[in-house]
């Protein structure tokens, strides 16, 4: 099971949603994504199986 793709949408669907139920969350959900985003794409899903 490769976890990036598995991991992406549900991560994108949860920020949406916050976004649309608490506007002023926008900054720090964008950033968070971009976090996460950014350390899967550098580590790789290798230490990440489910």
């Known amino acids: 099971m490769n976890l990036s793709h598995n991991i ?3 991560v994108s669907l949860i920020a949406g949603i916050l976004i649309l139920l608490i506007p002023r969350l926008l900054n ?3 950033a ?3 976090i996460v985003i950014g350390l899967i794409g550098l580590f790789g899903t290798g ?4």
């Open 8 to 10: 992406t949408p549900v």
């Open 28 to 30: 720090y959900i964008v």
């Open 32 to 34: 968070l994504y971009l």
């Open 47 to 50: 230490s990440f199986r489910l």
